[in-house]
């Protein structure tokens, strides 16, 4: 199987945004005015595109909340979740 694309979702505070960055770029692949508009209604899954990836979501002061996968199916086997 190959690598999934890893992105991270953080809280731009300068912006007062969430930005869904794929890691090693310096630009963010995505922003969202608010981190539910990310996180609900598919939203994340269509901004990592049809390849899918790795999203780890931040809690707003940096601090790891959740990692999701997409497709769903592309989830490793052995995780937990």
């Known amino acids: 199987m190959a690598k999934l694309p890893k992105f991270t979702l953080t809280h731009n505070e300068k912006k ?3 930005d869904l960055t794929k890691d090693g770029a310096s630009r963010p692949t995505a922003t969202f005015d608010k981190k539910a508009e990310a996180t609900k209604g598919g ?8 390849a899918g990836g790795s999203v780890k979501i931040q809690k707003v002061d940096g601090k790891f909340q959740e990692e999701r996968t997409y497709p769903r199916s592309a989830d490793p086997k052995k995780s937990p979740g």
């Open 16 to 18: 007062d945004r969430w």
């Open 43 to 50: 939203a994340l899954e269509k901004a990592v595109g049809k």
